[in-house]
């Protein structure tokens, strides 16, 4: 059962139209400077799109109600307690090197080396040019985990210890103002299916959103402490919009960088622009995504001054359409990002 696309976009949107006290919701959740409705786009269109698959709630929920066996607990505990000691080494290694460059990548090695595949050149520039330089990798944990770790021969800051941090520390709590604040939303233009589905998606994400205020804090806090003056990354839309924004607090420069994955092109940059965390710099492949997002994205034609050519310069220019006839001895070739969304 495949995700109905179309419907996930007109619910977000309707999700997001949402009014909370006369405030519109992506206004309403804040802290302090920092917006943080939009921060959740991607997960609730990520969860907005599993709901598609059956477009009613008791479905939703017997789809997705997995039991985790006790064994897989203890391992989950196992490690977590080996992302924190690593995470908090990292920060001393930072802190005691004077380490200037900070760099987001995901748990992803290309096949032979010590290195993300996306962000391998940049890793090898640095290496080349002796720039010191520390890792801050989103892993998905499990036995890869420490079969990465021992691959990568080096110390790295795992963005999970984050949130590990604020389980254990419990700062995550239930926020009654918030809650009573989405109790009084009018859900009219919902089915009742849909009306539970958004109830219980709204909660989740009051949750998430307290998180990320708290992990924001808690990163600007281990920043503080190191001498980190740049912070290089992918867009990455799930993950790097509260390292974003600790570095856009402490003056850490922000270098992101254009790949395959067009996430924030598929409805999730809406919102009023300046309510984003955005980079200082982001590096597109050529002159022509250089226009075309722009052209494309709210968000991105806001902030086009930000965008640099981090590829190649050229542009494309289509040719006149012709009729061809092809042998059977032709073949067509498709080059296709490896991300098939």
């Known amino acids: 059962m495949q995700s109905d696309i179309p419907y996930s976009l007109a619910f977000l949107k309707k999700l997001n139209a949402l009014t909370v006290k006369g405030i519109p919701i992506h206004e309403y959740f804040r802290d302090g400077e920092f917006f943080l409705w939009p921060i959740q786009q991607y997960f609730l269109l990520s969860q907005i799109k599993e709901y598609s698959r059956h477009k009613d709630y008791t479905s939703y929920v017997n789809a997705h109600s997995v039991r985790t066996p006790f064994f897989s607990v203890?391992?989950?505990?196992?490690?977590?307690?080996?992302?924190?000691?690593?995470?908090l080494l990292a920060v001393c290694k930072m802190r005691i090197m004077k380490t200037p460059t900070l760099v987001f990548s995901s748990d992803i090695l290309k096949p032979g080396t010590?290195?993300?595949?996306?962000?391998?050149?940049?890793?090898?520039?640095?290496?080349?040019?002796?720039?010191?330089?520390?890792?801050?990798?989103?892993?998905?944990?499990?036995?890869?985990?420490?079969?990465?770790?021992l691959r990568l021969r080096r110390i790295v800051f795992y963005s999970e210890s984050i949130n590990i941090l604020i389980a254990l520390l419990g700062y995550a709590r239930r926020n009654p103002l918030w809650e009573e604040a989405i109790s009084t939303l009018d859900l009219s233009t919902f089915t009742d299916s849909e009306k539970s589905f958004v109830r219980a998606l709204l909660q989740e994400t009051l949750r998430n959103m307290d998180v990320s205020r708290h992990k924001i804090r808690l990163l600007k806090r281990a920043l503080s402490y190191t001498t980190i003056q740049s912070f290089i990354a992918i867009d990455d839309v799930r993950q790097i919009h509260e390292i974003l924004g600790a570095c856009r607090d402490l003056g850490i420069q922000s270098f992101v960088y254009q790949h395959s994955n067009f996430d924030y092109l598929s409805g999730l940059d809406e919102l009023p622009p300046q309510h984003y965390i955005f980079p200082d710099v982001f590096f597109v492949w050529n002159a022509y995504w250089q226009e075309r997002i722009p052209a494309l994205s709210p968000l991105f034609s806001y902030y086009k001054t930000r965008l640099?050519?981090?590829?190649?310069?050229?542009?494309?220019?289509?040719?006149?359409?012709?009729?061809?006839?092809?042998?059977?001895?032709?073949?067509?070739?498709?080059?296709?990002p490896y991300e098939i969304n």
């Open 74 to 87: 203890c391992k989950r505990v196992l490690v977590n307690a080996f992302i924190l000691i690593v995470s």
């Open 114 to 149: 010590r290195y993300n595949p996306r962000l391998f050149e940049t890793f090898m520039l640095l290496e080349k040019q002796k720039v010191p330089y520390a890792d801050f990798i989103h892993t998905v944990g499990g036995t890869k985990l420490l079969s990465n770790f």
């Open 308 to 336: 640099v050519i981090g590829g190649r310069g050229y542009t494309f220019t289509p040719g006149a359409c012709v009729e061809r006839s092809l042998s059977y001895d032709t073949a067509l070739r498709v080059m296709v």
